[in-house]
């Protein structure tokens, strides 16, 4: 059986990242991308759909981890009858070949040790051709091959490659497993330790670049690396999370492929990284959103692959028994061919933002603006599927339509700023069009509150990040009479859910855990608001469910007090960031709120 979401530690690349065990075993990892297969499958299923067990083979009386100061080399230390132990799990920064490094430490005692290693390609089904080649272990099948280096005696075992092996006070044993292309040599093998001091080095390096010095400076920092960690270098792009189908609800059907990039998150992204200090990572993003998004923009999508690509087919791993039973496992995301207007609003604001930063842009950057508003301007009035990719009919989405609103003001601000040449006049008509259609429709007067969609008397938690994007002040009536409606039939214990609990669903199974983001986006409102002190109490009843290194999902479900949904979680990491900076700013009177502003 998988343990919780929670109990799982991040390392990785920045090409790909693996999710190591509070028990000492990797039980995800696909190689050698974020969206390759993965080969290591065991939180989707069991051991044997792949993992990299090293633990001790005695009881263990206790376990502690922590990363390694401000970098993304995880230490877990295991304390047994007869001596601790160090595990120090890492990826070096991607060379020639990509490398998980294992050490293990003996800190007091002798611990005899257990290392079990179960390859098993194509989301856990493939099983390989293991041979021995001078003191390497090679696995081959198909297109895949991975290399096992160490000095510990291995042997065959039911399938698996194993190792028993004792570890003093003072020694170290490494194992250094590399993945290749199967129709080339062998990668060549590298110095663990040398390796270490190389990938602390580049961590400490780049940590070292943040200008966040506020409050929850440490959680802040490392929702920052985690942020980097999910970066595909080549391209820039940021992938949702390392996972697919961690459910929104345990035991149920919510289990969808994050590994990939989303336009819906475009802004908090930029704003996170550009308010951090690290405008050459937002930068890259930037560029990311451009070649994406490139082309017709009636062709554009709410999310792509981490090179740009588009047709991300959805598929089902059968074999696979899902996360506690939760099934189906998916591969691909059908939902990157729904029609959801609000990714214009993000790339175009996106674009301002950067600019707005001193971002040195594209030249055609501007030239593509352009060409997506005035596809805008044609299809604004149409129904879509809405932030949240409802996979039912169409309907006039709220947030849709604010960030359609957007787009246009954006547009214009730029032009206005900057002296770029644009229809001004017609986009201020469709600006005030689009304001005065939000405010009539998506307005409910019995409610005091702007719903999820036209005609609807349902709330949407998306609606909270009207006063951040600009489109009305936080304190309009309408507003806080939005907050409050929010506060009054959205939260279940302390947190916010992202759909109204009042909906009357076919779906029989739990409701899903409350959304991570969209408590924060309140806490964002507050902030606008002026009320500093409940914006601070809904920050920290978020990081106070963040795990023991600081990591989060998508969800939580507060009665079985468990992170649900896939892990870690890049948009809840950015809104943290966020509203750790808005809080801070607000206190220093500080004119640089993370917020999608309309100045």
Known sequence: MSQKIEDYALIGDCETAA????????????????????????????????????????????ISRRYLGDTLILETRFETENGTVALIDFMPPRGKASDIVRLVRGLTGTVKMRMELVIRFGFGVDIPWVRRIDHSLLAIAGQDMTVLRTPATTRGEDMTTVSDFEVKAGETVPFVLTYGPSHLDPPEAIDPEIALQETEKYWQEWSGRSTHDGEYRDLVMRSLITLKALTFAPTGGIVAAPTTSLPEKLGGARNWDYRFCWLRDATFTLLALMNSGYTEEALA???????????????????????????????????LDGYEGSQPVRVGNAAHAQLQLDVYGELIDAFHQSRMAKLQLDDETWSLECAVLQHLAEVWDQPDHGIWERRGQPRHYVFSKVMTWVAFDRGIKSAETFGFKAPLLHWRALREAIHRDVCNKGFDAEENAFVESYGSKLLDASVLLLPAVGFLPAGDPRIRGTIAAVEKHMMRDGFVLRHDPREVSEETQPIEGAFLACTLWLADAHVLAGDLEKAQILLDRVVGIANDVGLLAEEYDSGARRQTGNFPQALTHIALINTAHNLSAARQECDKPAVQRSK
């Open 285 to 319: 993003w930037h560029n990311w959103l451009l070649r994406a998004a490139a082309g017709s923009p009636a062709n554009m999508q709410i999310m792509y692959g981490i090179w740009g690509q588009r047709r991300l087919l959805e598929w089902e791993a059968g074999w």
């Open 19 to 62: 999710l190591v065990g509070r028990n000492g075993s990797i039980d995800w990892l696909c190689w050698p991308a974020f969206d390759s297969d993965a080969c290591f499958a065991a939180i989707l299923g069991t051991p044997k759909n792949g993992r990299w067990l090293i633990a001790p083979a005695d009881d263990v009386s206790g």
